[in-house]
């Protein structure tokens, strides 16, 4: 089955540092990926989407500048909180889709970001 | 138009029961219905989940109930577990689109 998988699973940064989340797709070619956040006890909230080769959509309200994204192949995407702070803190999320497939969507297993 | 409403938000059952959860969505352009599975600290895991050109789909003990010309779409766990104690999802899709999810239940199946 596809799989997805996220690094680090939990992470504590000192504010004002940058901290880099990475999610591969380990077994199939990802053309599209997703980046969500999600607050305790609250649904996810998609911040971006990521298409290999190009520069990712931002949601609305989601600093650009902030939370870089990259997606420079198939296989791998990363977002990179910058000058975290401890607002910051949160559960983050990547999810991925299946070439060629319109419905697969593979969630990576989140990353626990604690900005201290 | 993109908005899925979920409840109940949560929902505590006994083991051997029933679980319900409702979904209701607006925009009829829909065409993928799933629910996702998430326990604390993971992330979701797809469940099960149905296309709007059929009315039910089964797989072990979870059901997905769709409802096209009231726009709902429900999951039923049966023979509930304590192991499902998890916070379900239900999402809807546009195809080549991104998820909309709900705003999840959490379930807590009592031994």
């Known amino acids: 089955g596809a799989v997805v998988s996220q690094h680090p699973s939990w992470v504590i940064c000192k504010s004002g540092t940058s901290v880099k989340i990475e999610c591969r797709s380990l077994?199939?070619?990802?053309?599209?990926m997703f980046w969500y956040r999600q607050f305790p006890k609250q649904s996810l909230m998609l911040m971006a989407t990521?298409?290999?080769?190009?520069?990712?959509?931002?949601e609305q309200g989601v600093e650009k500048d902030k939370f870089l994204i990259n997606h420079a192949s198939l296989t791998l995407s990363t977002l990179t909180v910058t000058s975290a702070h401890p607002e910051d803190s949160s559960f983050y999320i990547c999810s991925a889709t299946h070439l060629g497939t319109n419905y697969g969507y593979t969630f990576g297993s989140g990353t626990r970001l604690t900005v201290v | 138009q993109q908005q899925v409403k979920q409840s109940p938000q949560s929902l505590i059952v006994q083991k051997g029961g029933i679980s319900i959860i409702n979904c209701a969505y607006e925009n009829t352009a829909f065409d993928y219905f799933p629910w996702y599975q998430q326990f604390p600290g993971k992330g979701p895991a797809l469940l099960i989940a149905i296309r709007p050109d059929v009315s039910e789909k089964k797989e072990g003990r979870f059901t997905i109930s769709f409802n096209k010309s009231a726009k709902q779409f429900s999951l039923h766990i049966m023979d509930s577990q304590p192991g499902d104690s998890a916070t379900y999802f239900c999402?809807?899709?546009?195809?080549?689109?991104?998820?909309?999810f709900g705003e999840g239940t959490q379930l807590t199946v009592n031994p």
């Open positions: 990521s298409n290999e080769g190009s520069k990712a959509t931002y």
């Open positions: 077994d199939f070619q990802a053309t599209t």
């Open positions: 999402a809807a899709m546009l195809s080549g689109s991104r998820l909309t």
